[in-house]
């Protein structure tokens, strides 16, 4: 079946624009997470969806970003006046949402470059 | 806050090795431990997930193992092919934490040649 599925795949933009990206989750899924993976660091948490709510928003790190998600399913991500230290790959992950332990199966991650 | 180290950054070795990877933790009070793969421009792809309750979980020639106590696991690959170069993630998610929310290593860069 399909998996996560993500777009853009590569996005470049100038400092001071806003981006979206967005994220198709596998059918069935409730729980979502955002992560960010920036150059020669590990992956860090941004956000996590249960159904259309972000019950945990901790890893978000200003307020120029925000996130959002609809109908259970698609969410988008959207970084306002970019800076250049926003470059890095955003990958969206989601599982069924109904245990503690589950899979989490992670799209191919959308790779921005704010110049 | 939960703290992952991966050894080593990296490593190469040559066809038909076994290797050790391996994870520690500071935190020891975890749900479960995975080991995912992600190769160049591609997502992850999760390996192994151990709960907390278990000691070891094996697919195929890999094996990974966990030690909640000290805080470490290890992903053992017998036989090593050059099909298996990528990067090896460990992550943790913990008890009193957001459900599923992971805590990642910087992961162990692979390259395995012919």
Same mark, same amino acid.
């Given at each position: 079946?399909?998996?996560?599925?993500? #777009?853009?795949?590569?996005?470049?933009?100038?400092?001071?624009?806003?981006?979206?990206?967005?994220?198709?989750?596998?059918?069935?899924?409730?729980?979502? *997470?955002?992560?960010?993976?920036?150059?020669?660091?590990?992956?860090? &948490?941004?956000?996590?969806?249960?159904?259309?709510?972000?019950? =945990?928003?901790?890893?978000?790190?200003?307020?120029? &970003?925000? !996130?959002?998600?609809?109908? $259970?399913?698609? #969410?988008?991500?959207?970084?306002?006046?970019?800076?250049?230290?926003?470059?890095?790959? *955003?990958?969206?992950?989601?599982?069924?949402? @109904?245990?503690?332990?589950?899979?989490? *199966? &992670?799209?191919?991650?959308?790779? +921005?470059?704010?110049? | 806050?939960?703290? @992952?180290?991966?050894?080593?950054?990296? +490593?190469?070795?040559?066809?038909?090795?076994?290797?050790?990877?391996?994870?520690? &933790?500071?935190?020891? !009070?975890?749900?479960?431990?995975?080991?995912?793969?992600?190769?160049?421009?591609?997502?992850?792809?999760?390996?192994?997930?151990? /709960?907390?309750? /278990?000691?070891?979980?094996?697919?195929?020639?890999?094996? %990974?193992?966990? =030690?909640?106590?000290?805080?470490?696991?290890?992903?053992?690959?017998?036989?090593?092919?050059?099909?298996?170069? !990528?990067?090896?993630?460990? %992550?943790?998610?913990?008890?009193? #934490?957001? +459900? $599923?929310?992971?805590?990642?290593?910087?992961?162990? /860069?692979?390259?395995?040649?012919?």
């Amino acid at each position: 079946g399909a998996g996560v599925s993500q #777009s853009p795949s590569n996005k470049v933009t100038e400092k001071g624009k806003d981006v979206e990206l967005r994220c198709d989750p596998i059918s069935g899924h409730t729980a979502l *997470y955002w992560y960010r993976q920036s150059l020669g660091q590990g992956l860090e &948490f941004l956000i996590y969806f249960q159904g259309n709510s972000a019950p =945990d928003k901790s890893g978000l790190p200003s307020d120029r &970003f925000s !996130a959002e998600r609809t109908g $259970g399913s698609v #969410s988008t991500l959207t970084i306002q006046r970019t800076q250049q230290e926003d470059s890095a790959v *955003y990958l969206c992950a989601s599982s069924l949402g @109904v245990g503690k332990v589950e899979t989490q *199966y &992670f799209g191919p991650g959308t790779r +921005l470059l704010v110049l | 806050k939960q703290e @992952v180290t991966q050894i080593p950054a990296a +490593l190469s070795v040559p066809e038909g090795e076994n290797l050790v990877l391996n994870c520690s &933790f500071t935190d020891s !009070a975890i749900y479960n431990l995975q080991w995912f793969r992600q190769d160049p421009g591609k997502g992850l792809t999760s390996l192994l997930l151990i /709960q907390s309750s /278990q000691r070891e979980q094996t697919s195929g020639r890999l094996n %990974a193992s966990l =030690d909640k106590s000290s805080g470490r696991s290890t992903l053992y690959i017998a036989a090593s092919q050059p099909g298996d170069s !990528a990067t090896y993630l460990c %992550a943790v998610s913990i008890r009193g #934490s957001t +459900l $599923g929310r992971l805590y990642f290593g910087r992961g162990t /860069q692979l390259t395995v040649w012919p």
